[in-house]
């Protein structure tokens, strides 16, 4: 094996220019957010929940140790309310732990960005709650409309 | 050293791989922020606002899509009461997207501010010129402070 085939095993070479900086950014950086991105689709009654899946129809789960920062929200839909809740729930949706506040379709509609982390100290996930939902608090979601979300999180 | 690790130090010297990118922990993260920085110099009136400038002396402009999450100001400064930074618009008529606002003291030891609660807020439309404004008291003349703004496009 050669040098440069073994750099390939911990990078992508595609086009672009490599920076010294860049380089050991990808090698240590701890601030460095990790993201899950997926999705859901209406309907969504009132009081339910639905999970966020990936492309592939996996459910969206973040580590047990992650500490989740930032989640990005965009979509079409036309529920009424700040309705939607995202959290993080046990495999047997019995319980939630991290509840990240409530959108609005406007806010969705218009693209926006969730601070996930109002405390002083990043809360890490509790640990068994790591499964992402959406839950329609007062209003439902019509059949068919889409919200997506990227839930970027630190590792400890 | 290992194979490995003797190997990524020969890429980071030498620098001579010019067609590659280190992509894994990067590519499509949109949590990965992007930043500009600049300078105001006073005289800044108080209740004035002065946009920042590069060393090439160019406006600090963001893309409209932009979502500000934090700051780091820092110069040498006497000025009393605080600073906001701001965005204007082309007119430069009015500021708004105002981050948090910071004393000289903080400045002058370096600090970063940040937008506080759940939502943070996007760029109003047309406002995305990157500006010091001065809360009640004026900016002295001469002095210089430098601002580094980190936001996410979405």
Do not use: W
Not at chain 1, 108 to 137: C, D, F, H, W
Not at chain 2, 70 to 96: E, M, N, W
Not at chain 2, 103 to 131: R, T
């Amino acid at each position: 094996m050669s040098l440069l085939s073994e750099l390939k095993v911990d990078f992508v070479i595609t086009k672009g220019t490599v920076s010294e900086s860049l380089l050991a950014d990808s090698l240590s950086n701890p601030a460095l957010p990790q993201f899950v991105t997926g999705s859901i689709t209406g309907p969504i009654g009132v009081a339910a929940s639905q999970d966020f899946k990936d492309s592939d129809g996996n459910q969206l789960k973040v580590p047990d140790n992650a500490l989740p920062i930032l989640a990005k929200i965009s979509g079409t839909t036309t529920f009424v309310g700040s309705s939607l809740m995202l959290r993080l729930v046990d495999g047997d949706h019995t319980g939630f732990y991290n509840a990240f506040g409530t959108l609005s379709a406007a806010e969705i509609n218009t693209g926006a960005l969730l601070n996930l982390n109002n405390s002083p100290i990043v809360q890490k996930v509790n640990v068994g709650y790591n499964i992402l939902e959406a839950r329609m608090l007062v209003n439902a979601m019509p059949a068919g409309d889409v919200v997506h979300v990227t839930l970027g999180y630190l590792i400890q | 050293m290992s194979l490995l690790s003797e190997s990524i130090a020969t890429f980071v010297q030498s620098k001579s791989i010019t067609s590659g990118s280190v992509v894994a922990p990067y590519i499509n993260n949109p949590f990965v922020p992007k930043y500009l920085t600049g300078t105001v110099t006073g005289l800044i009136a108080a209740d004035e606002f002065k946009v920042l400038t590069d060393a090439n002396s160019n406006q600090l402009v963001l893309p409209t899509n932009a979502v500000l999450l934090y700051c780091k100001i820092r110069g040498t400064t006497t000025f009393a009461g605080t600073l906001q930074v701001a965005c204007t618009d082309a007119g430069q008529t009015t500021t708004s997207n105002g981050l948090v606002e910071v004393e000289a003291a903080d400045v002058n030891q370096g600090c970063y501010a940040a937008f506080n609660g759940n939502l943070i807020p996007k760029l109003a439309a047309g406002f995305n010129i990157a500006a010091v404004l001065m809360i009640d008291d004026p900016l002295p003349v001469g002095e210089v402070i430098q601002v580094s703004l980190a936001y996410l496009e979405i």
